[in-house]
């Protein structure tokens, strides 16, 4: 009875190892996956956020580019200091909007591409409550 009993015992503690380490393979597997997910999110978000800077650089240049034509092309001290507030003016408020526009960007870049691990982090916390 007693060789039984310690059989049982045994019986259960190995399925009980048994779906732990079922459990284990599973939380690891996700950990895994969530982290290859993120990398491609995270690729992805990098060649972006490098476009958005790429083309704020051409816009730039473009922008200063025509801004020494017109500074060159005044006629009077008077027209040059006009040119002068209104090309800073503009500067001001496109370099405002401009870092805006970065800032959400990245922002929802790096929120998507932290997704993937913050849904296998709730995964687990739920899966650890049951």
Sequence with gaps: MAKQT???????????LAESAQAAEKIVKGNAEALAESGSATKAASQELTEAY?????KNAKN???AMQALASV??????????QRLIKEGVEAAVKDS????QLTTAVFTAAFEPVRKQIEAV???TRT
Aim: net charge negative; glycine share 2%; hydrophobic share 40%.
């Design 75 to 84: 006629k009077s001290p008077t027209e040059f200091m006009e040119l002068q």
């Design 125 to 127: 916390q739920k899966s």
């Design 6 to 16: 310690g059989e049982r015992i045994a019986e259960a503690s190995a399925e009980a």
């Design 54 to 58: 790429r083309e704020l650089a051409t």
């Design 64 to 66: 200063l580019a025509a």
């Design 100 to 103: 805006q526009h970065i800032a």
